[in-house]
């Protein structure tokens, strides 16, 4: 069974997952305090993230993939943030 651990997120795995702008963005924020874990389980975990507004970030692991599904500009220009 796959699972959401430490690795799902390391650094290497989201510096290729996303684009160089959205990765410092996205580090800032979290340096910053921005990012919040509201729930997490096994195989998934949502996030609030605070810019400009409140966004909200699910992720979701399946069959070895990683599943996002968020509410900010990037996503909704089919981008994964």
């Known amino acids: 069974m796959y699972k959401i651990d430490l690795d799902t997120f390391s650094e290497d795995r989201l ?35 605070f810019d400009k507004r409140n966004y909200h970030v699910k992720f979701k692991v399946a069959r070895n993939h990683l599943y996002l599904q968020c509410n900010c500009r990037h996503a909704s220009r089919g981008l994964i943030c």
């Open 15 to 49: 510096i290729k997952a996303v684009a160089p702008q959205t990765y410092e963005l996205g580090k800032a924020l979290f340096e910053h305090g921005l990012s919040q874990v509201v729930e997490i389980s096994e195989t998934a975990a949502i996030c609030t993230v």
